[in-house]
C-alpha cells in the first residue's frame, strides 16, 4: 500500500468514525476540503504535510473507537524512529558498496 493510500484509507476511516463526509475531513485535516480527492485522483503533498496529518489524525481519533491498525502503524514508525536511528541508516547506506561496485566486482575482493 502506498503512502497516499494509507492516508486515504485513515482519512475515510475518520470519516466513517465521525459520520462526516470526506471533504470536511480534508478540510479539518488540511485546510483545503479538497487535498484528500486530490490524492484520490493522483496528486501528491509534501512529506511535512503527510506527517502532520498523521499527528492530527493521532492526536484526535474519536475517543470511542480504536485507532486503525494502519494509523497506529504509520505514526509509531516515523516517531519512534530517532535522528540517531537515522545517522547510523544513512551512514550504513554510504559506506556500504554501490550496486554498480557489486557488478564490477562481484566477489568484492580488491
Given at each position: 500500500m502506498t503512502l497516499r493510500a494509507s492516508l486515504l484509507a485513515i482519512g475515510d476511516s475518520y470519516a466513517a468514525e465521525t459520520g462526516s463526509r470526506r471533504s470536511r475531513v480534508s478540510w479539518i485535516v488540511f485546510g483545503d476540503?479538497?487535498?484528500l480527492d486530490r490524492?484520490?485522483?493522483?496528486?501528491?503533498?509534501?512529506?511535512?504535510?503527510?506527517?502532520?496529518?498523521l499527528d492530527w489524525?493521532?492526536?484526535?481519533?474519536?475517543e470511542k473507537s480504536a485507532k486503525p491498525?494502519?494509523?497506529l502503524a504509520?505514526?509509531?514508525?516515523?516517531?519512534?524512529?530517532?535522528?540517531k536511528e537515522c545517522t547510523a541508516a544513512a551512514s550504513g547506506l554510504?559506506?556500504?558498496p554501490s550496486s554498480r561496485d557489486m557488478q564490477e566486482n562481484p566477489g568484492g575482493a580488491a
Open positions: 476540503s479538497k487535498i490524492i484520490d485522483r493522483g496528486g501528491d503533498l509534501t512529506t511535512r504535510r503527510y506527517e502532520r496529518a489524525f493521532d492526536a484526535n481519533w474519536p491498525a494502519i494509523l504509520a505514526v509509531d514508525g516515523w516517531k519512534t524512529t530517532t535522528a554510504a559506506s556500504s
